[in-house]
């Protein structure tokens, strides 16, 4: 079985991610997301299936500037511990560490860009399309931003 990783940051992306449940139990899978008042729940509803890594927003951009390298190396620390055979994201600056983790151990890499990008690439997006295995969006209007994208309609 399939060692798969699904890794977000919180918010919608998380909430995008999630619509991936059905597909959970086919794989041996382990789950990523920020640890925050709302997403600590998560513990009960996956056990032993759920790791945390530090909330932080680059909207606050002086903790974010120490957020983000302990959030890296925590990335690296929980895939020498899970050694997942592909990780998979939904973005957005928790996701995108652990995809070049990935790479650089030239496992497979899977990103969906957010549902809420029509016309525009997130950046998320830009950064893991230059690595990703497989690159999936949501509208058909976005293949013309990726052109080796996957189009696969919304997630929700």
């Known amino acids: 079985m399939k060692k798969v990783m699904f890794i977000s940051s919180t918010g919608g992306h998380l909430s995008e991610l999630l619509q991936l449940q059905p597909i959970f139990d086919e794989y041996d899978y382990h789950i990523v997301t920020e640890k925050t008042k709302s997403n600590i729940k998560l513990m009960d509803r996956f056990p032993n299936r759920i790791s945390f890594v530090k909330y932080g927003t680059k909207h606050n951009l002086f903790t974010y500037f120490f957020?983000?390298?302990?959030?890296c190396i925590l990335c690296l620390i929980l895939y020498i511990r899970l050694k997942p055979d592909?990780?998979?994201?939904?973005?957005?600056?928790?996701?995108?560490?652990?995809?070049?983790?990935?790479?650089?151990?030239?496992?497979?890499?899977?990103?969906?860009?957010?549902?809420?990008?029509?016309?525009?690439?997130?950046?998320?997006?830009?950064?893991?399309?230059?690595?990703?295995?497989?690159?999936?969006?949501?509208?058909?209007?976005?293949?013309?931003?990726?052109?080796?994208?996957?189009?696969?309609g919304w997630i929700f």
């Open 86 to 152: 592909v990780v998979v994201s939904t973005g957005a600056h928790t996701g995108i560490p652990m995809l070049y983790i990935a790479h650089f151990f030239k496992k497979k890499v899977v990103f969906i860009e957010t549902f809420a990008n029509i016309r525009t690439k997130s950046l998320s997006g830009k950064l893991a399309y230059k690595i990703a295995d497989t690159f999936i969006v949501q509208w058909e209007s976005m293949l013309e931003l990726y052109p080796d994208a996957i189009y696969a």
């Open 67 to 71: 957020i983000f390298p302990f959030n």
